[in-house]
């Protein structure tokens, strides 16, 4: 007897990663409250932020996500709280939920951008780069907050040299507003698909 799959999830909670630079130096002079607008934004619209659970960018934006009420997720490069605080100076006050990965900064990268539903690119350094591209080669939709300094500012001239498959499902904003809103429409026009998709399966069996 074969087996039958469970139905798509309706929620309407997304999981949304902001990447951006730990160190704000490559940054815009402004960045602190562009990260915490996006935070802000994310938990307005009542969708869960995702984040490298570390300072800067990643770090204004829970706190924004905070502010606001929103519900804030971090994903840790340690193997656990003490870990996170004493070996990597870390910071957890934001935080709803901690998920000690273990897996250093590289591996967490990886466990997180897979994670998610969606992931917006913040200024950012190599760590923004790495999950950028692991978030390509995932097919998640990115959003690009450009003139925020940093690897955001380079993608879309990186894009153009570098052919990629999954190039149309970059979004560009320079509103956090807009661009979160944009990413959220994206996400559910792709859970539509899906679900479309798996009925119009069923009815050919």
Do not use: W
């Amino acid at each position: 007897m074969k087996k039958s799959c469970p139905k798509l999830s309706k929620k309407i909670k997304y999981n949304i990663v902001v990447s951006g630079a730990a160190d704000i130096a490559p940054c815009c002079h402004n960045i602190e409250e562009l990260s915490t607008e996006v935070g802000m934004e994310i938990a307005r619209a009542g969708h869960t932020l995702v984040t490298g659970a570390t300072t800067g960018v990643p770090y204004f934006a829970a706190l924004g996500c905070k502010e606001a009420g929103g519900f804030n997720v971090g994903f840790s490069p340690a193997d656990s709280e003490l870990a996170h605080i004493k070996s990597y100076c870390l910071p957890v006050d934001p935080f709803d939920i901690m998920i000690y990965t273990g897996a250093d900064y590289s591996g967490r990268d990886i466990i997180m951008t897979k994670s998610a539903e969606a992931v917006i690119i913040i200024c950012g350094r190599m760590g923004t780069l790495h999950e950028f591209t692991t978030a390509i080669e995932t097919n998640k939709p990115i959003g690009v907050l450009e003139r925020s300094g940093g690897v955001a500012d380079e993608i879309r001239s990186l894009i153009k040299r570098v052919y990629s498959r999954e190039s149309e499902k970059i979004i560009f904003e320079t509103n956090p507003k807009i661009l979160v809103t944009k990413m959220i429409e994206t996400v559910k026009k792709i859970k539509e698909h899906n679900q479309s998709h798996l009925k119009n399966k069923k009815s050919k069996k």
